[in-house]
């Protein structure tokens, strides 16, 4: 096979670039079956973005957006803050949901819900904006104004997407707080946002178990003096205390409500909506996005990424709205184009692993979209799981969420596309509100591993310490042009904003990803910069040890560290998830990685667990896996899905140490 293989031209002498320790020659042009009804087979939205990128964006916005009132000023743009349609108003739920059932399809299912115990709901576009305006005119009646912060906490139930579209009909900023966070995190996010009110529920179901969701409410609402109003779903069924005065019952509000709703329209740099992301010193920072240039950008890229057919298509995000991919491409992608999707409020393990092919054959999913987590976690569940269904409905997969190695890259195309569906590898962040690089899959040849190339009106570069552009070779992704779903600053703190994203290269955002270009111009994600170790002097990326390691024919999912080292300054550390039925030696995969990529690459230590430490989201937790390397202390643990694991590495970490 075409794998990975050392850059053998690497230099020996301590340098500060990320280095590019391998190369991936396999490749796949888009089938020509594919092609023959794709929306975009060709270059002219990258000619057309590079001729002009303010017109280009002006264009997608005419096209796929309705505006109440014109804008006057495409762009403006005064480092590092962008306004984007100035003097042009819309509104976002009307462009969800008011817009098309007005064009007739008020019966087109937006929405089969499906709960983890297998109950379903059907949600039409027609249902869906009866129940927007009805809770729109719920948070009027208890005092939200336009401008007003609301707070989510919800399990992955439809009222989630209910209560984001109220609040953009009226005008009310929402602050969504994935349910998996503990109540401190919870109140930090309220307090920072100063929310009005706070959505929650009794419970949700994950596992076969119901999660208790209103006592974290309750108890951050301790610590919370701006919430005047608490309404809660009820889903779980599990006992709760109801505050008299304070807490409502989400249904018991809504029963009577009115329909007659009509959405106001906002101005284009309105703030629609924050959401928090964990910064490096500990406070959460709130993101801010506002309401016409994400719109234009969410609305643009999901229909050309997904080569969106709306008449046709399923689409299955397996995100949850608590976190941007959620916002972007379960609620206000999907519905501004007015498509079909698949909400699915579990794990994809229940009752069995192949809980996930078993939506896709019911539903006839089209599109597939979801993270290389979950794709390792296949993985090691095996082939024959996936083989159980019938997944002849999928045209196009895509990736989210982190780099994808190559062998998990060709495990989906194979045994979930079944050689026939493209792959979007996409790069993004909460921070940038919309897909940036991705392929085109009608139009781009991919590679297994690359995000291929920026997407049409996006303009990212590659440069090296000295902010000098990288023409092949590893380097820091920098974005050195506005785009209409970028962030507009920190709630609360524009100084941190410039700080954060604006301060490393001048007149350049970055965010702290580090990829490289090979010599095609593909660009390759390499992850956080801070997951970069440095190995006497050579800058390593994790991602890159990670994708040689799952390489190998024994492994399902691999997470790497870099530990303190006396001499070589860090030391590679693998922990391992072995395949069902496997068996390989620590040695076995340490030599695999130095044939892979090189010696230098080679873990010091690697450790075969059966689990990780992820967060509910799936997301790996490596600094508590740092912490266990270096032998500290471990942090806060309440974001995991399991945190008896840690214990377990640090027993594996203790007898390897005593060894």
Known sequence: RAGLAYDRTMSDEPHDT????????????????????????????????????????????????????????VLDWQLPYAKWFEGATLNVAHNCLDRHVAAGKGGKVAIHWEGEPGDTRKITYQDLLDEVSQFSNVLKGLGVDKGDRVNIYLPM????????????????????????????????????????????????????EVFPLKPAADEACESTPTIEHMIVV???????????????????????????????????????????????????????????????????????????QPETDVFWCTADVGWITGHSYIVYGPLSNGCTQV????????????????????????????????????????????????????????????????EAWMW????????????????????????????????????????????????????????????????????????PGMLRGIWGDPDRYRETYWSRFEGRYFAGDGAKLDDAGYLWLLGRVDDVMNVSGHRISTTEVESALVSHPAVAEAAVVGATDATTGQAVIAYVILRGGADVGEQDLRAHVA??????????????????????????????????????????????????IVDELQAKAAASTDD
């Open 157 to 208: 139930i439809p009222e989630a997407a209910v209560a984001m579209l109220a609040c953009a009909r009226i005008g009310a900023a929402h602050s969504v707080v994935f349910g998996g966070f503990s109540s401190q995190s919870l109140s930090d996010r309220i307090n920072d946002a100063e929310a009005k009110v706070l959505i929650t529920a009794d419970g949700g179901y994950r596992r076969g």
């Open 234 to 308: 009820k889903r779980g069924g599990n006992d709760v205390t109801m505050v008299e005065g304070r807490d409502h019952w989400y249904h018991d509000l809504m029963d009577g409500a009115s329909t007659d709703c009509p959405a106001e329209p906002m101005e284009a740099e309105h703030l629609l909506f924050l959401l928090y992301t964990s910064g490096t010193t500990g406070k959460p920072k709130g993101i801010m996005h506002t309401t016409g240039g994400y719109l234009t950008q969410v609305t643009y890229t999901h229909k050309y990424v997904f080569d969106l």
């Open 18 to 73: 990320i280095d590019a320790l391998s190369s991936e020659n396999r490749t796949f042009p888009p089938s020509a079956t594919f092609k023959a009804d794709s929306l975009v087979v060709d270059t002219s939205l990258y000619d057309e973005a590079n001729e002009d990128d303010e017109a280009f964006w002006a264009r997608q916005a005419t096209e796929l957006v309705d505006w109440s009132e014109p804008w006057d000023t």
């Open 343 to 406: 909400m699915y409020e579990g794990v994809p393990n229940h009752p069995g692993n192949d809980r996930f092919w078993e939506i896709v054959e019911k539903y006839g999913v089209t599109i597939f979209y979801t993270a290389p987590t979950a794709i390792r976690t296949f993985m090691k569940w095996g082939a024959d799981e996936p083989a159980k269904h019938d997944l002849s409905s999928l045209r196009l997969l895509g990736t989210v969420g982190e780099p994808i190695n190559p």
């Open 595 to 644: 044939s892979e990529i090189g010696a230098i690459a080679k873990p010091r230590k690697v450790f075969i667990t059966p689990d990780l430490p992820k967060t509910r989201s799936g997301k790996i937790m490596r600094r508590l896996l740092r912490d266990v390397a270096e032998g500290r202390l471990i942090g806060d643990t309440t974001t995991l899905a399991d945190a008896s």
């Open 412 to 483: 989906y195309h194979e045994h979930i596309g079944g050689e026939r569906c493209p792959i979007v590898d996409t790069w993004w962040q909460t921070e940038t509100g919309g897909i940036m690089i991705s392929p085109l899959p009608g139009a781009t040849t991919t590679k297994p591993g690359s995000a291929t190339f920026p997407l049409p009106g996006v303009t990212a570069e590659l440069v090296d310490d000295e902010a000098q552009p990288v023409p092949v070779g590893g380097g820091y992704l920098t974005l050195t042009r506005p785009w």
